[in-house]
Structures are given as C-alpha cells and as structure tokens.
C-alpha cells in the first residue's frame, strides 16, 4: 500500500507548529523583560538614584510616587570640580539608545555621582537599570547645566568640602 502524504495537512501543520512556537517565545521574552523591569526598579531604589535624581525622595523616605522617579532636581552640587546637578535620568534615556547606555556607563562622571557604583555592576544590571528607567517615559525639565568652578550659579546649591590634602 503506497502512503499518500497530503500537503494542506502538512502545511497546517507547519502554521499551528510555527504559531504555537512564535507565542511560546513572545511569553519567554515578555516574562524577561518584565523580570529586567522588576530588577531595574529595585536597583533604582536600592542604588539611590532616586535620592539626587527624584526631587524629595530623600526627604519625604521615598514616599514620592513612581510617576514622578527621576525626573532630576534643579540644586547644584558644588565643590572644587564646580557645580553639578543630578540629571532627569527620564529625558537622558529617552535620547539614549541601550547600546550607548552600556558603552558610557562606567566611564568616571563628575561629583557627586557614585560612578563607581555603575562601574561595579554587572552588564545584566546595567541593562536592567537602563530598560526600567526607559520604561517610565520622558517626563520633567532638564536639570540645569554644569557649571565650572568659579562660574555664575543661578540655583540652589549644597557645597560640598575640598577634600583633605594627601599625607
């Protein structure tokens, strides 16, 4: 007896096998980018970027409401590198792609931005840090322009000590 092999049938079920794959790797990606949110939002909290980029975070204990997360403060940090704001981290990554974000994240910044904290993470990290901030949307003003020492401030400022001479 000669099988016959029909080819509506097999063609079906390719598209049931390609549909039934294509969803089950759509779920793997969207639980990955939900669990890349979820550790993003804790570093966020647990790095104390929202302490200088989140206006009052500090001073209300971190009862400020997500909508409002790092859109930057507009008091200047100023010491002997001159003044620095922290910056709306929203508007930042909205013109940043992940790419750039990886390639510029552990280059040393200017005081008092821990850096170093960046530096120390990991790339899953970082990736995190960047997909969640991303994820909250351009929202704010920029913060206020560097200035160099000696230049005219117009804001706010915290002074910061030089710090002590080397032994």
Same mark, same amino acid.
């Given at each position: 007896? /000669?099988?016959?092999? $029909? @080819? *509506?049938?097999c063609a079906i079920a390719l598209v049931v096998l390609a549909t039934e794959l294509t969803a089950a790797s759509? %779920?793997?990606?969207s639980t990955k980018r939900d669990a890349d949110l979820d550790r993003? /939002? $804790?570093l966020v909290k647990i790095a104390g970027c929202n302490?200088?980029?989140t206006p009052n975070y500090? %001073? =209300?204990a971190g009862a400020v409401p997500e909508k409002d997360w790092l859109t930057g403060v507009p008091v200047g940090f100023q010491g002997p590198w001159g003044t620095t704001y922290a910056a709306n981290l929203r508007l930042v990554f909205a013109?940043? =792609?992940e790419a750039q974000w990886m390639k510029g994240a552990r280059h040393a *910044?200017? @005081?008092p931005m821990p850096w170093f904290a960046l530096r120390d993470m990991t790339d899953g990290d970082l990736r995190a840090l960047y997909r969640y901030i991303?994820? *909250?949307g351009p929202a704010g003003q920029p913060a206020p322009a560097y200035v160099p020492p000696g230049g005219k401030v117009t804001t706010p400022v915290l002074t910061w000590p030089s710090p002590p001479p080397s032994k």
């Open positions: 007896m /000669r099988k016959v092999v $029909y @080819p *509506l049938a759509a %779920e793997a990606a993003g /939002r $804790y302490d200088c980029h500090p %001073e =209300t013109g940043m =792609t *910044l200017k @005081p991303k994820s *909250l």
